[in-house]
């Protein structure tokens, strides 16, 4: 799996978007971006993925640059409960075993 | 609720003792991963399942530490003769392939004290 590089912390404003980023700069074609969060004694939850295209679900949005060397989690509408770890893991996913490996992600906190 | 369980969600045992936890993963995934996380840290690979075959064994799973997924459907991982160093919280997840980003999803975990 390709390193990724987060910011150790960021804050975030309620009702404000947080935009995570990660950097990814030595990706392989074949590997996708995941992104995880966790929040507090429960288990990650899945939040987005992505391989060259823009994503958007109902929870976030993923932005990768063109070169696919970073990329940037959009929360548009932070809320309290957003408050969590979120990790950023390049993963080949179906074509390889598909084992995920975490670092220490970023620890976000949503503010009133 | 379809998502991944674990069984239980807590447990506390003394050293030497042996412990067992359960995943039962969403239905159809044919692939079972387990992870264990210490405090502060992110998930760590264990080990993986693709229907009941194991595949991949990190090193992080010592002889004392053994999985099976009997049936390819939930799994078990044994801690035998249970060390202090074993506290942590063990992660299942299971993903369905061939989804070619083989997506995994994740359980609430077992939390494991060794005292």
């Known amino acids: 799996d390709a390193k990724t590089t987060q910011p150790t912390s960021m804050d975030c404003a309620e009702g404000r978007a947080a935009n995570l980023p990660c950097n990814h700069s030595t990706i392989s074609g074949n590997e996708y971006v995941y992104w995880y969060r966790q929040i507090h004694s429960q288990g990650p939850q899945y939040i987005i993925h992505?391989?060259?295209n823009n994503e958007t679900n109902e929870m976030a949005s993923l932005i990768i640059t063109e070169d696919r060397k970073s990329s940037t989690l959009i929360l548009p509408h932070a809320t309290l409960r957003d408050t969590a770890v979120y990790y950023c893991?390049?993963?080949?996913?179906?074509?390889?075993?598909?084992?995920?490996?975490f670092g220490q992600g970023t620890i976000l906190t949503v503010h009133p | 609720d379809t998502g991944v369980s674990q069984d239980p969600r807590h447990k506390i045992t003394k050293r030497g003792q042996n412990v067992t936890f359960r995943c039962d993963p969403i239905s159809e995934h044919n692939r079972l991963y387990w992870y264990r996380q210490t405090l502060g840290q992110g998930p760590e690979f264990l080990t993986y399942?693709?229907?009941?075959?194991?595949?991949?064994k990190s090193r992080l799973l010592s002889d004392r530490f053994s999985a099976e997924r009997p049936k390819g459907s939930f799994s078990t991982l044994e801690i035998q003769r249970t060390e202090q160093g074993d506290s942590a919280m063990y992660l299942c997840?299971?993903?369905?392939?061939?989804?070619?980003?083989?997506?995994?999803?994740f359980g609430p975990g077992t939390r494991l004290t060794v005292l």
């Open positions: 399942f693709q229907n009941e075959a194991q595949l991949e």
């Open positions: 997840a299971s993903s369905l392939n061939p989804d070619r980003s083989d997506t995994q999803y």
């Open positions: 893991i390049a993963n080949a996913g179906g074509t390889s075993y598909g084992k995920l490996t």
């Open positions: 992505g391989l060259k």
